[in-house]
């Protein structure tokens, strides 16, 4: 009986130092701002899930700041830009902004247009999924990088350049001094049933891309840029940390610029292939073990110590 009580208590012993060590943590989120202006995030967990503590605070130019996420956690994050405080305390922000009055979006969401980072973790398979959404509309360029974590798919994404300048017209949100501040998407500058994906529109096969999320789906690939975007617009890992980097600094590769012109404007917003996006390369790894081999490795250990003691 007393070793039956110290085999069980060894494997609750090494169970509690992987938790320790972050092995059990479901992921560590890292909010760096790039920025030439202050961003406050915003944060809104599921239905049902646990809030990630705060739901929203400032981030100063070149600030960072990390969450610990509790374990299966869900929701989006999102970049709030020009906000402020009035004379009775209340918070408001021009874009991305919650409606809590508040610094905290304390339950509610983004009103549109934003980008979204949206994650889901340890779902289906123990993987976590994420992705950078257009589907709100856009008002800052965004980057995820996951680190650590392992998975075909596993790898960065986002909206990494400024849509804002390049937004056409129907969907250009200004402010007051005239200056676009964001983009709308097509279901919020018109409502129509075939841009909103709603109605005889609501399936993946009578919702196609209009010409606007098709805009958007040219200048940043990997994000969703409609509702049904999914194939090239998900990803997955397992045990990763992730990196959500507001206004990417990109840096040009010798190689790629070698032989090549300053091109004109483009009509339409584009990706240079020769740009890559500060940290996106060392984040971007597939070969670390996953989350549960540490785990099943020390509760296996500790079983074969126990019968061979």
């Known amino acids: 009986m007393a070793k039956l009580y110290t085999s069980i208590c060894l494997i609750i012993l090494a169970i509690s130092q992987l938790s320790i ?26 239905a049902g899930i646990a809030p990630l503590e705060p739901t929203g605070f400032a981030l100063q130019k070149g600030e960072s700041k990390v969450l610990n996420a509790p374990a299966s956690w869900g929701g989006r ?12 305390g209340k918070f408001t922000c021009g874009t991305g902004d919650c409606g809590s009055g508040k610094l905290e979006c304390a339950g509610a969401g983004a009103t549109p ?26 008002n800052l360029p965004m980057l995820v990088a996951p680190s650590g974590g392992s ?62 999320s098709q805009l958007f789906k040219t200048a940043c ?11 090239t617009s998900t990803f997955t890992c397992i045990g990763a940390d992730y990196q959500v980097t507001f206004c990417p600094p990109p840096t040009t590769s010798k190689k790629s610029t070698e032989g090549q012109e300053t091109p004109a404007t483009p009509a339409t917003p584009e990706i240079s292939t020769g740009m890559v996006y500060e940290g996106a390369d060392a984040m971007e790894t597939d070969g670390a073990p996953p989350l549960y081999t540490y785990i099943y490795s020390a509760i296996a250990a500790v079983t074969a110590a126990v019968f061979l003691w």
């Open 77 to 88: 994050f999102w970049g709030r830009t020009h906000c402020s405080e009035d004379s009775d």
């Open 21 to 46: 060590q972050g092995v059990i943590s479901s992921a560590t989120f890292t909010f760096v701002n790039k920025c030439d202006q202050t961003v406050w995030p915003g944060i809104l967990s599921n």
């Open 221 to 231: 690939p990997r994000a969703y840029s409609y509702a049904y975007d999914d194939k």
């Open 151 to 212: 998975g075909r798919n596993c790898t960065y994404t986002g909206c990494m350049v400024d849509l804002n300048g390049a937004c056409p017209s129907p969907l250009k949100v200004m402010n007051s001094d005239g200056e676009g501040v964001a983009c709308k998407s097509a279901c919020e500058a018109f409502g129509k049933p075939e841009d909103c994906c709603s109605g005889a529109y609501g399936a993946p096969d009578t919702c196609k891309p209009s010409s606007y």
């Open 113 to 138: 247009p934003a980008t979204l980072a949206e994650f889901t973790l340890d779902g289906d398979g123990g993987m976590d999924f994420f992705d950078v959404s257009l589907v709100d509309g856009y």
